[in-house]
């Protein structure tokens, strides 16, 4: 059974940076492209970014591009996304999904980006 | 970016009775490779999005037959042929076959 679990998500400042993790099981994790998805308070869903298998191609929303980098480490069947020059407006639950086609989810961590 | 608009936005059902959400994108889902990427969600009240449906018409894993997606092109439809309690929660469709990925705005079933 596929199984995700993000960590990571905690309340910071403007301008401030931070790390998410998505520990992945149950499934070939170096095989399978990774993405992330969040969802601000009360919102519906926006797509993040996706990475390949490999790790060797990476996609980004407009709105994270530049700030947020996505990656990955198959030995340990990690998943992460640092956050840069993090804003209010990036205040959301955030999701790692399995390939572009979101698959399965885990269950989502929380970043509040607030003063 | 392909714009996807999803409506209704709110829709009350009977119990027993069925549903219908419709999806329009604003640019055709037919990829390259012949295979168009039509994805459908759903979020019930405080869970994570589970996806019901992949390629417009193939259900998951796990998924209740009552529920069936159909169309092509830039028109889609995620029907429910009849609504139980546990339906409850947020649909939203998603389409995987261009850069960036995109989703529309979410049409919430409640019961009547």
């Known amino acids: 059974e596929v199984h995700l679990l993000e960590s990571g998500g905690d309340w910071v400042q403007p301008g401030g940076s931070l790390r998410l993790s998505c520990a992945a099981s149950?499934?070939?994790?170096?095989?399978?492209?990774m993405s992330w998805v969040r969802q601000a308070p009360g919102k519906g869903l926006e797509w993040v970014s996706t990475?390949?298998?490999?790790?060797?191609?990476?996609s980004y929303a407009d709105s994270v591009k530049g700030r947020f980098t996505i990656s990955r480490d198959n030995s340990k069947n990690t998943l992460f996304l640092q956050m840069n020059s993090l804003r209010a407006e990036d205040t959301a639950i955030y999701y790692c999904?399995?390939?572009?086609?979101?698959?399965?989810w885990g269950q989502g961590t929380l970043v509040t980006v607030s003063s | 970016d392909v714009v996807m608009t999803q409506f209704p936005l709110s829709l009350p059902v009977t119990l027993g009775q069925p549903a219908s959400i419709s999806c329009r994108s604003s640019q055709s889902l037919v990829h390259s490779d012949g295979n168009t990427y039509l994805n459908w969600f759903q979020q019930r009240p405080g869970q994570s999005p589970r996806r019901l449906i992949y390629?417009?018409?193939n259900r998951d894993s796990g998924v209740p037959d009552r529920f069936s997606g159909s169309g092509s092109g830039t028109d889609f439809t995620l029907k429910i042929s009849r609504v139980e309690a546990e339906d409850v929660g947020v649909y939203y469709c998603?389409?995987?076959?261009?850069?960036?990925?995109?989703f529309g705005q979410g049409t919430k079933l409640e019961i009547k």
């Open positions: 149950g499934f070939i994790f170096s095989n399978c492209a």
């Open positions: 999904a399995r390939y572009s086609n979101l698959d399965s």
């Open positions: 990475i390949t298998d490999s790790g060797g191609s990476t």
């Open positions: 390629k417009v018409s």
């Open positions: 998603m389409q995987a076959t261009h850069w960036p990925r995109t």
